[in-house]
């Protein structure tokens, strides 16, 4: 306990031991330090940690360990819910086992020719990293076999789960050895997890690493109450003020990706973005310039940032505050990696968002402080002060002597300092006028709804001054509630990102079902699908319902997870909504009397 254990005392092989010097690493992470010695027993293992806790080396580094490169066939399989994963936890493979002799692995993924692929098979790899549809493939082709695997490891298997994946990876566990050693890693253990550690695992060894350490403590939490239209000139002071150099930017939803990335090219800020509707082309060159700091500021949905692993992300923008508390330690887990620091900034827009992020405090047991936009002035003043330093230090450090003689130069024009040292200025910090120009009131007021806990005072709930212009509706909800949602007018299954889109454009061909579609992971909830309720609402599109309306309703007041919200099909005067079986009862208990859009509804199961 009191002694820092070293990689070097774990007992590895020399060369893995030059390998992850060579990468940096000296001391493991906990859940290295814990899993490590397990995994070299042979012991079949669950590991819970958050994203950025070092999960990969903790079994890449057994599993290279535990190669025999002697013995054919395929020893290790790993199983990733992203190609981006898997590809991630490809090139890490390949670090750690760069020094041992013979060592071969191959990712496997959608989306990449699967000819280079078989090609890599043929020639004989030790370990085999992919995501369970693109496995599934080559065992259906013959070309993975998977008779000598003696290890599986699942990444991330909540997500997995999450992704409708669960089909292959039972298929793929029942149709290995017996005999084979059996490794979770996940963030959070669902009952489905547990159900399938019991099936197919031997007295796994529980290794948790407790959830305060390993999302926040190096993370800076702040929430910024603002308009909903002021969101990016908060956004750009405060990149200012914090001197942010690498930012992560999420939205719940593709079109708000676009139009911020637009916004914030308009004001010259280096920033891109990532969604689903990406080619991988595309994807891969944004995802390089990041990492190159070519791009400052990545804009991206969920989705689309899973597997993004960039160390030295400065901070996290929640540009829309997530729809489930998961999201929010995925999305602020970006920062503050392998013991850096980082900061993260959520915009609340209304009472809705206050209500999300004290839950979103609950989930975390984290504070997030209260942060204020800083104004004009105090940017203009941040920005001369950092000049001053900034000369200062040069002036210190003594490295100026090459522009000397222009210096001698610029004197003998006759031009007094101060005048000149005045334009010198003018030429580095451009117009001051600029930064503080329109200054006008960013906040919107949310805090009322974070201390108080009464229902009566929601928005949504608030039915004494609902109807028009409510009191609480008509300052929190500016726009329609539904408008952060909806991309498509009418559509009735478009939701946000994760969902709905995907029935339109044929297929995120980026994530899960890009891998194998016709195993049609069933994150979607197909319509009639055996696991789903359909309800029907009161409302409709005489109500000028909207499909946000519903899912930010039954998600806000529910408390269900939004993205297993299905098919919404909105009426003149009935919507009717999709629902998990499982949470039937409790939307129906938690909306009945309740209002949507200052109305009020009755919610009956229907079918
Ligand atoms: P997780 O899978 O838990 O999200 P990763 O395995 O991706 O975490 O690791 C997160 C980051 O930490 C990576 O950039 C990785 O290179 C770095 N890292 C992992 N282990 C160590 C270590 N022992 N020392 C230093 N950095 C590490
Ligand atoms: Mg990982």
Redo the contacts with the bound molecule.
């Keep these: 306990m009191n002694e820092k254990i070293m990689f070097a005392d774990l007992n590895l092989s020399a060369e893995t031991l030059q390998s992850l010097i060579d990468m ?2 000296t ?3 906990p859940i ?1 330090e814990q899993a490590i010695p397990f995994l070299l027993e042979g012991k079949d293992m669950i590991g819970q ?1 958050q ?7 903790a079994f890449a580094v057994p599993a290279i360990e535990l190669i025999d490169v002697e013995k054919r066939g395929v020893q290790t399989l790993v199983m990733c819910p992203t190609r981006e994963l898997a590809i991630q936890v490809a090139e890490e493979f390949k670090k750690i086992g760069k020094y041992k002799k013979g060592f071969r692995t191959v990712a496997v993924y959608g989306g990449s020719s699967i000819d280079k692929q078989i090609q890599a098979l043929r020639q004989g790899v030790q370990v085999v990293i992919g995501t369970p549809g693109r496995i599934m493939d080559h065992i259906d082709r013959g070309t993975l076999k998977l008779d000598s695997i003696e290890m599986v490891i699942l990444d991330e298997a909540d997500e997995m789960l999450n992704m409708g994946f669960i089909d292959d990876i039972e298929s793929i566990l029942s149709n290995t050895p017996e005999g084979r050693q059996t490794v979770f890693f996940s963030a959070t253990m669902p009952k489905p997890i547990m159900d399938l550690t019991r099936r197919f695992q031997k007295n796994p060894e529980i290794i948790k690493v407790a959830a305060k350490e390993l999302t926040v403590t190096n993370i800076e939490q702040f929430y910024f109450e603002v308009r909903h239209t002021a969101r990016v000139e908060a956004m750009s002071r405060i990149i200012d003020m914090h001197g942010l150099k690498l930012m992560l930017v999420f939205c719940n939803q593709k079109r708000v990706v676009d139009e911020l990335v637009e916004e914030l090219q308009v004001r010259g800020m280096m920033a891109e973005g990532i969604h689903g509707d990406l080619r991988q082309q595309q994807r891969n060159n944004v995802l390089s310039k990041f990492k190159q700091g070519v791009v400052s500021i990545l804009v991206a949905t969920d989705v689309a940032a899973r597997g993004i ?1 960039v ?1 030295n992300v400065d901070a996290v923008f929640n540009y829309d505050i997530p729809l489930d508390d998961e999201s929010y330690v995925h999305r602020i887990g970006r920062t503050g ?2 013991g850096r620091k980082g900061k993260s900034f959520t915009f609340l827009t209304g009472r809705k968002d206050a209500l999300r992020m004290r839950d979103i405090e609950r989930y975390t047991k984290s504070q997030v402080a209260k942060g204020e936009v800083p104004s004009g002035a105090e940017i203009e003043a941040f920005r001369k002060n950092q000049f001053v330093e900034k000369i200062t230090n040069l002036v210190n450090a003594d490295q100026f002597n090459e522009f000397i003689p222009l210096a001698e130069q610029i004197i003998a024009t006759g031009i007094s300092p101060l005048k000149i040292i005045a334009s010198l200025s003018k030429l580095h910090l451009g117009t001051l006028a600029s930064k503080t120009g329109g200054d006008e009131n960013f906040s919107v007021e949310t805090r009322g709804s974070r201390d108080s806990s009464d229902r009566g005072g929601r928005d949504r709930g608030d039915r004494s001054g609902a109807d028009r212009g409510g009191r609480s509706s008509d300052r929190f909800e500016r726009r329609p509630s539904g408008d952060r949602f909806e991309s498509n007018r009418g559509g009735g299954s478009d939701r946000f990102d994760r969902g709905g889109d995907r029935s339109r454009s044929g297929g995120n061909r980026f994530e899960r079902s890009g891998d194998r579609p016709e195993r049609g992971p069933s994150r979607d909830y197909e319509t009639n699908s055996a696991d789903m309720q359909r309800i029907a609402i009161n409302i409709g599109r005489n109500q000028r319902v909207r499909p946000g309306d519903i899912v930010g309703a039954l998600a806000g007041e529910s408390g269900i997870n939004g993205k297993n919200i299905g098919n919404i099909e909105i009426k003149d005067s009935t919507t009717f909504v999709f629902v998990p079986k499982t949470d039937a009862r409790k939307v129906l208990d938690a909306m009945n009397g309740n209002t949507i859009k200052g109305f009020n509804v009755m919610l009956e199961l229907a079918d």
């Design positions: 940096g690493f001391t493991p992470s290295q940690a994203t950025g806790t070092g999960k990969t080396a692993d160390d990696r392998a």
